[in-house]
């Protein structure tokens, strides 16, 4: 046990290390380690808000919860021994979560106001706000949503303090029934033996909730209601559909302002408004989450796929297919079938079941398994552009971003132990450069072993420390996920951020001990006996249908002209150069440049509107004068005229900025 007054001598590093041996002090004390390091000391039982007004006036205003130990608590919380503090403001995320789900508690109160038949289902924060779901009469209205609103922002006016009580079960079961919530009555009954029942209570309203919530109404300055859609109870079809509200709030106007406006530019680069305006892809009735690729997308998607295939030779990869439909055995022997079944589609062949593959891994398992491997053989790196379907519910498909069949861009990397941090390094490595070169910044996060998961304890701690072992070698910060991991290993993952600010995450690292068991997969060590390897899954686009959807909204359909399935339209001003038009044509087509004519009898400065509307890159405009002197006059997408030029200097202008896949 280590002295309290020499700990205070340490550097700031090493205090945070040796806090958690701190005891508490005699005489009611507790010591109370801040984020910075420093240490405060208190009496037992102060509530959290007096230790914040304590250390910052500024920061008690902003606070809106706080973390002891890593656990979210309410401001309200008592210190009962010694503690890691963590005050959270608005700026942090599990600030943020606090602040909305204590805003859909307000919205909750608004609607028991307005309409007091109202039952309430549940009401979470969610990534970017809140929602709460109601057991109403008839759907919500625009009109109901906007007095809803109205009345939210009376509620922050009365400024309420949110309160925390605890019943008994039984008690709490007769609470919710008497006020004739029996979706609450529901949750109750799924609350483990033994686990506390919470409620909260501001002004006349209450709802069970486990917390935490902000000390009262009055800190969300400003709300928003953004729409309402049907919600089945608990995601399934089988059970009453609810009215699900979303809104999202903030601390600040200018906040909310600034949101609203983002969202505004979302809307104008929603891919699927987009992919149809710019006739890339297409989805039907005749199969709903199945996209049908147009032959302007399917350039776009050849580009990607030939990119990937060359950067991958060039690490080492080599590429194979597997089937699509491969037999129940297989899928019990991977583990999918005990934990993946309810998001697979199966069929009978020759009386036999069948499954559709939800994922590439076993087929790379067969294909390893095909003959024997010497520790000289690895690593190992396969890769595959394999199509996959997974069972969605229709209420979440979303355009490319969420469908029912996609192809992954998979790879399997079998190695020997000793291989492993170099193999995640090199996946690190190509990560960064494929997201470098769309532009994206990105942020790396780290998911443990869920409940639901496959393997021992002591593979799990080897394989989730192979990877922070890696990320700390690259340098990069990480934030762990708790749980979060496939069933059969830990994970890394990279979030994308695109050209306004949004996360998308798509790369994925993990690293699997469990497959090369569960396939009996061996190598023969330089000692002559059979050893086991040890596996990556990894994707890099993650899926190539949502990639695309990210990248049609991050570049709001106006692609970089390596991309862009048209690259240059060629203008005509009168028919006399019709002729020069498709010699100039014929000459880019050489070239491998992407080009199509506008030879229609319109004005130019139609032809020029028409091309602009398309997000065509490069537009060259022919009249009579170009054919004469043999040139072309240029414009340029987002740049204007930029004027007449040989047709070689253009095309060396243009092949160059294809070359080095220029997105600017």
């Known amino acids: 046990m280590c002295n309290f007054d020499v700990a205070m001598g340490l550097n700031k590093y090493l205090q945070k290390i040796l806090t958690i041996f701190i005891r508490k002090d005699e005489g009611g004390m507790v010591n109370v380690v801040l984020k910075d390091g420093s240490v405060r ?4 039982g102060t509530a959290i808000a007096d230790i914040v007004n304590d250390i910052s006036k500024k920061l008690a205003k902003a606070a809106v919860a706080a973390q002891v130990n890593g656990r979210t608590v309410d401001l309200s919380a008592k210190l009962h021994e010694d503690c890691q503090l963590n005050i959270l403001t608005f700026d942090d995320d599990e600030g943020k979560k606090v602040f909305w789900h204590t805003s859909s508690h307000i919205m909750a109160q608004a609607v028991k106001r307005l309409f007091p038949d109202a039952k ?18 008839k759907p919500f209205s625009p009109e109901d949503l906007q007095a809803i609103e109205e009345e939210m922002n009376r509620i922050v006016k009365e400024d309420l303090t949110l309160e925390r009580f605890v019943l008994p079960r039984e008690q709490a079961v007769e609470f919710m029934k008497e006020r004739g919530e029996l979706y609450k009555v529901e949750l109750i009954g799924d609350i483990p033996e033994g686990a506390e029942i919470s409620f909260y209570k501001q002004g006349d309203f209450v709802d069970l909730c486990s917390g935490p919530h902000l000390p009262s109404t009055g800190m969300v300055k400003a709300i928003k209601l953004l729409s309402v859609a049907g919600a089945y109870w608990r995601g399934d079809e089988k059970n009453k559909m609810l009215q699900r509200i979303y809104g999202v709030s903030f601390p600040k106007k200018s906040q909310l302002d600034e949101y609203l406006q983002r969202l505004e530019e979302a809307k104008k680069r929603d891919h699927r408004k987009l992919g149809k305006e710019l006739d890339l892809f297409s989805l039907h009735e005749e199969g709903p989450g199945f996209p049908f690729f147009h032959p302007k997308g399917m350039i776009i998607r050849n580009i990607l796929e030939d990119f990937w295939r060359k950067e991958h ?21 991977s583990g999918h079938w005990d934990h993946y079944r309810e998001n697979m589609y199966f069929t009978k062949i020759d009386g036999e079941d069948y499954a559709i593959k939800p994922m590439n891994c076993p087929g790379s398992m067969i294909l390893y398994k095909r003959k024997i491997h010497s520790y000289r053989d ?7 552009l394999g199509l996959v379907h997974r069972h969605e519910l229709s209420g979440v498909l979303h355009g490319l971003m969420r469908v029912r069949c996609f192809t992954q861009d998979d790879a399997h990397i079998f190695m020997l132990p000793e291989q492993i941090k170099d193999e995640i390094l090199g996946v690190i490595d190509l990560v960064d450069y494929f997201y470098s070169i769309f532009g994206f910044k990105y942020h790396v996060e780290l998911s443990t072993r869920p409940e639901n998961s496959m393997g021992s304890d002591e593979d799990w701690e080897r394989a989730t420390n192979a990877l922070k072992e890696a990320l700390e070698a690259k340098g990069l910060e990480y934030k762990i996920n708790e749980g979060e991991g496939a069933f059969y290993g830990p994970k890394i993952d990279f979030h994308l951020e695109d050209s306004i600010g949004r996360t998308w995450q798509c790369g994925t690292i993990q690293l699997d001990f469990q497959m090369p068991e569960r396939f009996d997969l061996t190598y023969v060590g330089p000692d002559g006996e059979k050893h086991r390897p040890v596996m990556i899954h990894r994707v890099v686009f993650g899926s190539i249908e949502r990639f695309i959807g990210i990248l049609i909204e991050h570049f709001a359909g106006a692609f970089p002209t ?18 020069y038009a498709e010699e100039v044509a014929q000459k880019l087509r050489d070239a491998d440049i992407r080009v199509e004519t506008d ?25 009579d004068k170009e054919q004469e002197n043999g040139t072309v006059a240029v414009r340029a997408r987002g740049k204007g005229d930029l004027g007449a030029m040989s047709l070689d200097e253009f095309m060396d202008m243009i092949l160059e900025e294809i070359r080095t896949k220029s997105i600017n």
Not at 120 to 129: E, F, T, V
Not at 562 to 579: E, G, Y
Not at 603 to 618: F, M, S
């Open 313 to 333: 030779y060039r690490r080492g990869y080599q590429e194979i297919k597997t089937p699509i439909i491969l037999n129940r055995d297989l899928w019990i022997r």
């Open 120 to 137: 309430l289902a549940i009401g979470p924060a969610i990534d970017n706000g809140f929602y709460y779901d109601f057991d109403v009469e």
């Open 562 to 579: 390596w991309l862009a399935p048209v690259q240059v339209r060629i203008l005509t001003i009168t028919d006399r150069t019709n002729a």
């Open 378 to 384: 690895l690593p190992l790196r396969v890769a595959e």
């Open 599 to 623: 030879l229609r009898n319109e004005k130019i400065g139609y032809k020029v509107r028409e091309a602009q509307l398309e997000k065509i890159p490069y537009m060259l405009v022919l009249g």
């Open 41 to 44: 000391q208190y009496p037992e």
